[in-house]
């Protein structure tokens, strides 16, 4: 399986969603960096499971366990190997699908690829469950940013038709990200949660479920960072966000609302101001050519509604070849997009942090 990413950092995720632990491998850090633990551990509160009504009723506590990389605390040039282990397991609930595959999972496409050989249990190494070791990566490389001065957050755009503010692609603040992160529902717009949270809880009695986007930005990233073509700015923080499972799309400023627009509504004027030159409007998302413009990077992420639900499905007995029905058991989110919101966060983070690096060989 092809589960590591990175050029200037190398990324590699292990584990599956009901095996004994999930973790993540670090290499590339730098060596000297203080690592803040309770920072890490309230970052990866946000995205457990089991914490509100609205999700998933799996519990977790996934605490960080870090077995190499620092030395008295501090990052000391090894790989960082960080683990989580799972505590709330149950297998059993997922024997069924081995011979008749869930509609919207990997678990065919799985099937065909290895042959059997693969976990099946809550989508194995497939599952949502992979994300939290996605996550340790990120929160690691959101405290690098931040020692250069770079921040990332991320809010929930829309749950179905419950549409939040978005933020503000000229003028967007680190208070912004505080005031979102301190909300139930991480959402810029009260009224907004409140109609998103009664959307969830009819889908969830209703044994469906529901989809939304997520809306991140970067802010006070420098200009200059990222490569033309295949290694975009764009590009790389699409190929880790991908990383997600769920994750249908992704646009940059403006993005497929841009296609409507004349050019002369599109492009955005350049100024001066306070001697740094900015954009007075920002639907190039912060990024041209592939390479970050010095205004906040935009970008919107789509989720797909969780495929496992209560309702029964058609599906298929793969020993039989026959047409079969199937009705999911286990424990699954309604809606995962409030619980992806850090995971935006965290693969955006990996992306720019390992794309910052690349820039500084042109410095």
């Known amino acids: 399986m092809s589960s590591g990413w990175g050029k200037n950092i190398r990324v590699s995720v292990f584990g599956q969603s009901h095996s004994e632990a999930i973790g993540v491998v670090i290499d590339g850090l730098p ?22 009504p609205l999700s998933t009723a799996r519990r977790e506590p996934d605490r960080v366990r870090i077995l190499s990389g620092l030395s008295g605390g501090r990052l000391c040039g090894a790989p960082l190997a960080a683990v989580i282990e799972n505590k709330d397991i149950r297998p059993a609930d997922y024997t069924a699908i081995s011979d008749t595959p869930r509609p919207g999972h990997a678990d065919y496409t799985a099937q065909v690829k290895y042959k059997g050989a693969q976990d099946s249990s809550g989508g194995g190494h497939f599952s949502g469950r992979l994300t939290a070791p996605l996550c340790i990566a990120g929160a690691v490389c959101l405290q690098l940013l931040e020692d250069e001065g770079v921040r990332v957050g991320a809010h929930i755009e829309r749950i ?10 000229v003028s967007v603040s680190p208070s912004d990200f505080k005031a979102v992160s301190e909300n139930a529902l991480p959402v810029i717009d009260g009224a907004a949660a409140e109609k998103m949270a009664l959307l969830i809880e009819r889908v969830k009695s209703q044994g469906d479920s529901v989809g939304g986007i997520v809306e991140c930005a970067i802010i006070d990233l420098p200009a200059g960072v990222g490569e033309p073509m295949f290694e975009g700015l764009e590009n790389r923080i699409s190929a880790a966000v991908f990383a997600i499972p769920a994750v249908r799309g ?3 400023g403006a993005g497929f609302a841009g296609c409507l627009m004349p050019g002369s509504a599109h ?7 306070d001697g740094v030159i900015r954009t007075l409007t920002n639907n190039h998302g912060g990024i041209l050519g592939g390479i970050s413009s010095g205004m906040p990077v935009i970008f919107r992420t789509a989720f797909k509604p969780t495929p496992s639900i209560a309702k029964t499905q058609r599906t298929v007995s793969l020993s039989r070849m026959k047409q079969a029905d199937i009705t999911i058991g286990g424990r699954h989110d309604p809606c995962i997009v409030p619980r992806a919101v850090p995971c935006v966060e965290a693969a955006a983070a990996i992306a720019v942090y390992d794309s910052l690096l690349e820039y500084r060989k042109y410095l």
């Open 267 to 273: 492009n955005d004027s350049y100024t001066v101001a």
């Open 250 to 252: 992704i646009e940059f």
């Open 160 to 169: 179905g038709e419950a549409a939040d503010k978005r933020f503000d692609p």
């Open 31 to 52: 060596a000297g960096r203080k690592l803040d633990m309770d920072a890490i551990d309230a970052f990866m509160q946000r995205r457990a499971p089991g914490k509100t």
